[in-house]
């Protein structure tokens, strides 16, 4: 879908690009996240949760180095090969030990431009371009979220979160 829209950003001016998964529920202030990749002087953001072992092997997952960077990424990791994707630098509960991506992304412009010129049949930001813009070198780091974060990609996760969503208050 990026790719396909790409044509419409040649007609404006622009630095950054906030690129937006659609099939996720959550409120985020993008402006504390478009704070830190400059603060970072980063060239592509990955916003990023901590899940449990059970959440890891569906998402993508990275490791980080104590700044943010990310120093690795794999996309739906194998359970066996999880222990060694635990980061550090996972903030949340004890049992919140690895950092998925969001699909939450601020690019710089050229960093953008590049990442599609040179990989033409690439298609999927978390199997193809963040872990080659990683092995390249490029500046990718981590905003952590810290706030309520679904995914809603399959039938039964909407009305997971739906169901949870119109729980009656406590009294």
Partial sequence: AVRQSLHHLKNHEYEYVL??????????NYRE???????????LTVATIPVT???ATGFGIMKTA?????ESFVEKPAME?????????????PEK???ASMGIYIFNKRTLDRVFEENTTST?????????????GGRVFSY??????????????????????VKPLPS
């Fill in 124 to 136: 999927d930001f978390g199997k193809e371009f963040i872990p080659k813009e990683i092995e390249s």
């Fill in 33 to 43: 996240m478009f704070e830190l990749h400059k603060k970072s002087d980063a060239e």
């Fill in 66 to 70: 104590e700044d943010g960077r990310i």
């Fill in 19 to 28: 690129i937006l998964s659609g099939d996720q529920l959550y409120q985020m």
């Fill in 97 to 99: 030990e690895y950092l």
């Fill in 144 to 165: 952590q979220f810290d706030g309520y974060w679904t995914d809603i990609g399959t039938i039964t996760s909407f009305f997971d979160a739906n169901l949870e969503l």
């Fill in 81 to 93: 090969e999880l222990e060694k994707w635990k980061s550090p630098g996972a903030q949340g509960s």
């Fill in 53 to 55: 072992a059970e959440d």
